[in-house]
């Protein structure tokens, strides 16, 4: 081999070999829950979701969709939920990992006024929930979402809201990846 392919051979596996210790060194700093949930959500989802409130019951049609951002370090969501009465909800929502508490949060902010710092717990190697206790309206606030995923690109919800600790929204359904 003529000198000057070889220097452009070794060159090229030097590259290579640099890039891929790059890129182990940084998967190796993403905290392995994040990991787990970025392989989990990444894309585009898109659901039917079903949610009885007030005694009544509604269809709710949800689209969202996450991406990653800060090198792997976060995820943001962007979400928009129809509701069949022509309510439009919108989400937008940070998660990522604190590493001084161990704990990965999933902060949201909505069309509606809402603000929320989640906290987010895996359960199994296929579901997690997602957590907020506080106080809404000067009232006991608690709401729960289980999300299971049954295999790649297919995940059951569950969500519970209480107020003064009665249930009032319970929403279920299946998103599918697109």
């Known amino acids: 081999m003529p000198r000057s392919k070889f220097s452009l051979f070794v060159s090229l596996l030097l590259i ?5 210790n790059v890129i182990l060194a940084i998967n190796e700093t ?3 829950q994040m990991q787990k949930l970025s392989n989990k959500l990444l894309g ?18 949800d689209n969202c ?17 129809m509701m069949d009465n022509g309510t439009e909800y ?10 001084a ?12 006024g809402d603000t929320q710092d989640n906290i987010v717990n ?5 579901t ?18 289980e999300c299971k995923f049954i295999r790649d690109g297919y995940c059951d919800i569950k969500q519970t809201v209480k107020v003064n600790k009665e249930i009032v929204s319970e929403i279920y359904g299946a998103f599918i990846r697109q």
Request: hydrophobic share 40%.
């Open 30 to 32: 993403i905290p392995p």
């Open 122 to 126: 895996w359960i199994d190697n296929d």
């Open 16 to 20: 290579t070999f640099y890039a891929s």
């Open 90 to 99: 919108k989400i937008e929502s940070i998660i990522g990992f604190d590493a």
């Open 44 to 61: 585009k989802w898109k659901a039917e979701l079903f949610m009885t409130m007030n005694e009544k019951e509604y269809l709710i049609k």
């Open 101 to 112: 508490t161990e704990t990965l949060h999933w902060y949201t902010v909505t069309n509606m």
């Open 128 to 145: 997690f929930t997602i957590t907020f206790c506080g106080m809404k309206n000067n009232k006991p606030y608690e709401e729960y979402i």
């Open 65 to 81: 969709e996450f991406t990653q951002i800060a090198d792997g370090q976060g995820i943001y969501m962007s979400e928009t939920m």
